[in-house]
């Protein structure tokens, strides 16, 4: 029997459930998949739900806001990519050490190749990404983004969280604060990634993208929050006539490669979409 969750904090939102029950299904195995709601200061109740993953408890845990980053110290050892990104996602138990891992960046690099294909989206060399926030998973995304070639700035409301991870990492990017958007030249920017929260179920009336400030033309938006379906963001950028998609692509990537982590199955892509169809 394969027990697996969910760390993070709100969880009301989360489609986990249904897609790893999706996969579970797909590759024939038993098992359950959990919330673990952890308000963000409480690392004694995290340090005891990672035991139940060296105890063999729990086959394995996704990590979600606000826990990315501040599990690290936790845990036994982390893979390349986790390091490199300096995040976490996806914990697993491997010869008795809690190793953590990323699967954040290949889920989104490869939903947004599928978009950029599948809606004929034309890019000229070199491309420029502009990742709105700073937190786990802008760092997933600029790393993805800057290993295929992608010249990547971000803008971020705490410049100085920003500032560390980029000075980790081999990335060329250029920084620039939230409050600075208005007065930047956009034009240059072939696609714009929402990395923050801002938008999220249950308050959908927000998003990340100023009022009044163009898009710049001819963009693909990406936004990575999936819930709700068509968050205010996505309703902006498709408002002013550009190709733009929510994060749910990206989830059902990133649980397939998880669920492979846990289980050595890499479940098909079709059936967990269907499970989260509704």
């Known amino acids: 029997m394969i027990h697996l969750g969910l760390i993070g904090y709100p969880l009301g939102h989360s489609l986990s459930p249904k897609i790893q029950a999706a996969a579970l299904q797909a590759c024939g195995l038993l098992g359950d998949y959990s919330l673990f709601p952890i308000s963000p200061d409480d690392m004694e109740e995290l340090s005891a739900l990672l035991n139940r993953v060296r105890a063999a408890e729990l086959t394995g845990l996704n990590v979600t806001i606000p826990h990315k980053q501040n599990i690290i110290p936790l845990l036994d050892g982390l893979t390349e990519t986790a390091k490199i990104i300096g995040a976490v996602n996806t914990i697993s138990l491997r010869e008795g050490r809690l190793i953590g891992d990323n699967t954040d960046a290949p889920g989104f690099l490869s939903d947004l190749q599928h978009f950029l294909v599948s809606g004929g989206f034309p890019l000229e060399s070199p491309k420029s990404a502009l990742v709105l926030g700073a937190g786990g998973s802008a760092r997933a ?12 700035s971000v803008a971020a409301r705490r410049p100085e969280q920003a500032r560390e991870f980029l000075d980790q990492s081999t990335a060329q990017v250029t920084l620039h604060s939230f409050s600075d958007l208005t007065a930047l030249d956009l034009s240059g920017y072939a696609l714009i990634v929402n990395t923050t929260p801002l ?10 993208w100023p009022n009044g400030l163009p898009f710049p033309r001819g963009a693909f938006v990406y936004d990575l929050v999936y819930n709700p379906r068509e968050t205010l963001f996505v309703k902006q950028a498709r408002a002013a006539g550009l190709p733009a998609t929510t994060g749910l692509g990206m989830l059902i990537g990133q649980a397939r490669l998880a669920f492979e982590i846990w289980t050595g199955c890499q479940p098909p892509r079709e059936p967990l979409f269907q499970a989260v169809a509704a």
């Open 199 to 208: 938008g999220m179920s249950p308050n959908p009336d927000f998003s990340p």
């Open 141 to 152: 995304v600029v790393y993805a983004l800057a290993s295929s070639g992608w010249q990547v």
